[in-house]
């Protein structure tokens, strides 16, 4: 059995405040692209995780694809191979859309929605997204979802992904959590794609470019190739332009770039 579990991005990423147990409320918008990552899965005696393409620091062990099967059912075993495609630490959110999409593939009417939905929180919170993988206006801590009238299957993305990255944990602990000043699904769905820089951004920016010089610079690029919105995703570290089309463009080989599209 094959799995192919697929990335987001991010639009419009704002930090709103920390809450009592060290999280973050925030206010964003998830749009699933078309990047994937492949799993196969075989019954097993014994549960174990193998992985090729990019190469996935740590130990296997405390992958949250193990995070998932144990959480549904500890019994439960299988061999698992994971062929990574979707870039480690990119704000991208593969490690989530793994788990989620092998929880989904696990739970043959076992569970109910609302009891499926708690077991992803518990693996991770952007989890719960992609359960329905469609775009969503994202509040809270990343739990709590809205549907969203925005309307981008038409759009395609040039994703680069810098050298180097920033983990989600520095990156929130060099937030200054503040309330935006527009309302992220409102701009969304009443302003023009064209008018998106003018209002949405993304929190992480600041500290992100203070740490990555190449990050502005990336941001800068991708605008002058003609993108008509250009932002970090999650915490970091890729940026993404969206772009009417990018079959004639051509990307600096000196840049890791990625060419996909949005299928919200």
Do not use: Q
Request: charged letters at 25%; hydrophobic letters at 30%; proline letters at 3%.
């Amino acid at each position: 059995m094959f799995i192919y579990p697929n990335a987001k991005i991010n639009i419009g990423l704002n930090v709103i405040s920390k809450t009592s147990d060290g999280y973050h409320n925030i206010e964003s918008c998830f749009c699933p692209i078309d990047l994937h990552d492949i799993i196969e899965l075989k019954i097993s005696n014994k549960t174990s995780l193998s992985t090729s393409g990019i190469t996935i620091p740590g130990n296997s062990k405390n992958n949250l694809i193990i995070k998932s099967i144990k959480l549904f059912n500890p019994k439960l075993n299988y061999k698992i191979h994971l062929h990574k495609n979707i870039p480690i630490g990119s704000g991208l959110g593969g490690g989530s859309s793994n788990a989620t999409f092998l929880l989904k593939h696990l739970n043959n009417n076992e569970y109910s929605n609302d009891e499926i939905i708690n077991i992803s929180k518990k693996i991770g919170s952007d989890c719960p997204f992609f359960l329905e993988n469609k775009s969503k206006y994202i509040t809270g801590k990343g739990e709590k979802m809205e549907n969203i009238k925005i309307d981008l299957n038409d759009k395609k993305l040039i994703i680069i992904i810098p050298k180097k990255s920033i983990s989600t944990i520095e990156a929130y602990d060099n937030i200054k959590p503040k309330k935006s000043h527009f309302k992220l699904k409102e701009i969304l769905e009443n302003e023009s794609l064209e008018n998106w820089k003018n209002y949405i951004k993304n929190d992480f920016e600041t500290y992100t470019f203070s740490k990555i010089n190449e990050l502005k610079k990336i941001k800068n690029y991708l605008y002058d190739l003609g993108a008509t919105f250009v932002s970090l995703t999650g915490s970091g570290s890729a940026i993404y332009g969206i772009f009417n089309n990018t079959e004639n463009i051509k990307i600096n080989n000196k840049y890791r770039s990625i060419k996909s599209k949005i299928v919200s």
